[in-house]
């Protein structure tokens, strides 16, 4: 009797595992062909959110190659006031471009600070189709024409990279990448990997949970890595992530800031995924990040 019910068991066990695999196989079959990992990471769109004579300060069209020859878009928005305090090197969200993302670093501007903002290819008036490799290419294109610019070329100011949420991904791998190139980095909602992202968002889809860590370590690359990028980098960092963030995990932040080496300072909010839920949260943080920048320029 008990060596049936163990043959019972045994082959339940096997049946399962069967499915299971067969369930893998399928998913990956039928969703790799299609792009799973740039649809994870990628939702541009080519919509105008922000036009430029919106702007309270001077804005201009910048279009340049990514390294593969793709046409890409940038504005520069031009510090208010005669004294310029810095420039800042943009890189923004996963999702619609930067006519929408630009509104976040508007006020940098106002406080005497050049904003480079710029979209990855398919996003706004950036050719062709977003990748993992392409956004590795643009970025470096990217930093070549900030280079560049009347206004950065043979200028004596600090020159600071903003990253936000993928952003803050490639801003902190161009940074560890050129670790003479700026002089203070910014990641605000960083995650700590690519495949720790996928993962965490697998786990939430009651679809795809059981299966998040083979799909995702299967399915997305490493490489880009915050967690891994901020150890190479030897100017100041600030991190800064909103305890209420339910699309990267406020915990990740922590872990990106633990692995960065000083100086380094971690500004932490109530707010969600790059958004401020009171005008006093966003006035401390903007306080935060110039008080970052005055204390080291």
Avoid at 105 to 119: E, N, T
Avoid at 123 to 143: F, H, I, Q
Avoid at 207 to 218: E, K
Avoid at 245 to 254: E, L
Wanted: proline share 5%; net charge positive.
């Amino acid at each position: 009797m008990d060596n049936k019910s163990d043959k019972g068991a045994s082959g339940n066990r096997w049946r399962r595992f069967l499915i299971l695999a067969i369930l893998f196989a399928l998913v990956v079959i039928v969703i790799k062909p299609f792009g799973c990992a740039n649809r994870m990471f990628f939702w541009p769109d080519r919509g105008t959110y922000t036009g430029k004579d919106e702007m309270p300060f001077e804005v201009r069209d910048v279009y340049f190659k990514s390294e593969d020859g793709t046409k890409l878009h940038a504005w520069f928005c031009r510090a208010k006031g005669e004294k310029v305090k810095g420039a800042v090197f943009h890189l923004h969200g996963n999702a619609q471009n930067l006519t929408s993302h630009v509104r976040l670093v508007s006020w940098l501007p106002l406080k005497g600070y050049h904003v480079f903002a710029w979209d990855y290819r398919g996003y706004g008036k950036s050719e062709g189709s977003p990748t993992k490799s392409g956004l590795v290419k643009d970025t470096r294109a990217a930093l070549e024409a900030f280079l560049n610019l009347p206004e950065i070329k043979d200028r004596n100011i600090p020159l600071i990279v903003f990253g936000q949420s993928l952003g803050a991904a490639y801003g902190g791998w161009i940074a560890s990448e050129h670790p003479d190139a700026f002089d203070a980095v910014i990641l605000d909602a960083p995650f700590t990997s690519h495949q720790g992202i996928a993962i965490d968002a697998l786990q939430r889809n009651p679809v795809t949970w059981i299966l998040s860590w083979p799909l995702g370590w299967l399915l997305v690359s490493s490489g880009q890595d915050p967690v891994e990028c901020v150890k190479k980098i030897r100017v100041p960092v600030l991190v800064i992530h909103g305890k209420a963030d339910h699309v990267i995990p406020h915990k990740m932040g922590v872990k990106v800031y633990k692995a960065a080496n000083e100086p380094k300072e971690f500004l932490s909010h109530s707010g969600g995924h790059l958004f401020f839920d009171s005008e006093t949260e966003k006035r401390r943080v903007h306080k935060g990040i110039l008080d970052f920048l005055d204390k080291h320029f």
